[in-house]
T-cell receptor
Framework: GDSVTQMEGPVTLSEEAFLTINCTYT??????LFWYVQYPGEGLQLLLK?????DKGSNKGFEATYRKETTSFHLEKGSVQVSDSAVYFC?????????????FGKGTLLTVNP | DTGVSQNPRHKITKRGQNVTFRCDPI?????LYWYRQTLGQGPEFLTY????????KSRLLSDRFSAERPKGSFSTLEIQRTEQGDSAMYLC??????????????FGPGTRLTVL
């Protein structure tokens, strides 16, 4: 079945540091890939998405590129801020055959210190 | 667009009691999903509705769980004879039901269930 493996946390960085959170996936079809973010006390929010190979999703300074050859969708940001502290979830949707349901990784807690 | 809403936000119950949660999706969203999230884990799919039809149920959804979406609008998730293992955050999400390239699920704030 489908699965998502993402970097174990927690990750602690200083403000303005470079961020990478690794995500790899296993899927039977050609999935769409997502990063969701959960800020403290809030619900899941879509951060970015990519729907086909070599697509790059970007939002709020975060980027991730859909790499079919390595089945990866790593999240990056060049300069993190304290306000980026949150839990980040990588997810996939395996298309119409799976009713577009999302399969999530376990999440990575990011803490950014001033 | 007021977003996906869920009620109640918190529910504490005793083992063996029945509980019901409600989800109001974004208006005009055809698809509605329920997920369960336990501490330190990502959300896990429970069930899916296309309009009023329940089209898929996960193996996680035991016979004690039932979900409905009458008239294709709001949805309810009922857990009968709750067990301590049911303690989790129950998340609802909705989407427009477009093709994959544009279909995005929007999540509600969740209902946190604690079974004593």
């Amino acid at each position: 079945g489908d699965s998502v493996t993402q970097m174990e946390g927690p990750v602690t960085l200083s403000e303005e540091a470079f961020l990478t959170i690794n995500c790899t996936y296993t899927a039977t079809g050609y999935p769409s890939l997502f990063w969701y973010v959960q800020y403290p006390g809030e619900g899941l929010q879509l951060l970015l998405k990519a729907t086909k190979a070599d697509d790059k999703g970007s939002n709020k300074g975060f980027e991730a590129t859909y790499r079919k050859e390595t089945t990866s969708f790593h999240l990056e940001k060049g300069s993190v801020q304290v306000s980026d502290s949150a839990v980040y979830f990588c997810a996939l949707s395996d298309g119409e055959g799976s009713n577009y349901k999302l399969t999530f990784g376990k999440g990575t807690l990011l803490t950014v210190n001033p | 667009d007021t977003g996906v809403s869920q009620n109640p936000r918190h529910k504490i119950t005793k083992r063996g009691q029945n509980v019901t949660f409600r989800c109001d999706p974004i208006s005009e969203h055809n698809r509605l999903y329920w997920y369960r999230q336990t501490l330190g884990q990502g959300p896990e799919f429970l069930t899916y509705f296309q309009n009023e039809a329940q089209l898929e149920k996960s193996r996680l959804l035991s016979d004690r769980f039932s979900a409905e979406r009458p008239k294709g609008s709001f949805s309810t998730l009922e857990i009968q004879r709750t067990e301590q293992g049911d303690s989790a955050m129950y998340l609802c999400a909705s989407s427009l039901g477009q093709v994959a390239s544009t279909d995005t699920q929007y999540f509600g704030p969740g209902t946190r269930l604690t079974v004593l």
